[in-house]
């Protein structure tokens, strides 16, 4: 199993920048892909962004440009940069990993964080 713990979020204002970081542990070398989702209030969960474990990266049309997805795989960690926040981007945000099993490929989630950006 793969467990991950989220930190980073909070109260920016727009125009400013936050860092996310997701940690994981347990059966991290059968990671194949980590990336982030938000959740807005009343809406469905939405991919932000992901990355590979070969580093190929992929975004969401409405941050392109704004937001950077990275991975430390030594550390197997994954953080996002969020760089001109808008109040749109207000939602909690969750990580999650995709690993390998012998089911096939399983998905787990972080506990969500806040971010909530003020206009």
């Known amino acids: 199993q793969v467990q991950l713990v989220e930190s980073g979020g909070g109260l920016v204002q727009a125009g400013g920048s936050l860092r996310l970081s997701c940690a994981a542990s347990?059966?991290?070398?059968?990671?194949?892909?980590m990336g982030w989702y938000r959740q807005a209030p009343g809406k469905q969960r939405e991919l932000v962004t992901a990355i590979t474990s070969g580093g190929r990266t992929n975004y969401a049309d409405s941050v392109l440009g704004r937001f950077t997805i990275s991975r430390d795989n030594a550390k197997s960690t994954v953080s996002l940069q969020m760089n001109s926040l808008k109040p749109e981007d207000t939602a909690v945000y969750y990580c999650?990993?995709?690993?390998?099993?012998?089911?096939?490929?399983?998905?787990?989630w972080g506990q969500g964080t806040q971010v909530t950006v003020s206009s």
């Open positions: 999650n990993a995709d690993f390998a099993t012998s089911l096939g490929t399983k998905r787990v």
């Open positions: 347990g059966a991290i070398a059968a990671i194949t892909a």
